[in-house]
């Protein structure tokens, strides 16, 4: 028997891609970026081997059974994640990172603004990023964060 209409669920799905880069903020000395991002700035950069989980919400669709059709989630992935960041240097190869500290933070919110333009209107839930398995970002958007 099929579910009934407004049954939501969410999906993820998990990709790994490497990339270097280096802390380092062009609105503070030398001697301030060392201090506040320590061996972070190296001035060749330091590497990490990221993990993205991409979640998506919705309906799930009565006929399909599915939210999302997972291979266009995964071809989307490729394209908004691992054409532009894997095996580059984030700070040389990509424009976004010119004039944004390639923070993991930062690097959650290209992501982000990346799939938002392949993706259905408002499906995208969350992007969490896994810069190592100590440090990891969450990011929903622009969501209020002061709930």
């Given at each position: ?13 998990c ?104 993706l ?28």
């Amino acid at each position: 028997m099929p579910l009934g209409p407004g049954r939501l669920a969410r999906v993820s799905r998990c990709l790994s891609f490497s990339a270097c880069h280096r802390l380092h903020s062009p609105s503070l000395s030398d001697e301030e970026n060392l201090k506040l991002f320590g061996k972070c700035n190296n001035p060749n950069g330091h590497g990490h081997n990221y993990k993205v989980v991409v979640t998506v919400r919705g309906e799930i669709d009565p006929v399909s059974g599915m939210v999302i059709n997972l291979t266009d989630l995964k071809e989307h992935m490729q394209e908004a994640i691992m054409k532009p960041l894997d095996h580059k240097n984030l700070d040389k190869d990509v424009e976004y990172f010119s004039d944004v500290v390639s923070t993991t933070e930062n690097v959650a919110v290209f992501i982000w603004e990346n799939l938002q333009k392949r993706l259905p209107l408002r499906t995208l839930y969350k992007v969490k990023v896994y810069e190592t398995d100590q440090n990891i970002v969450v990011y929903k958007g622009e969501e209020t964060t002061y709930e």
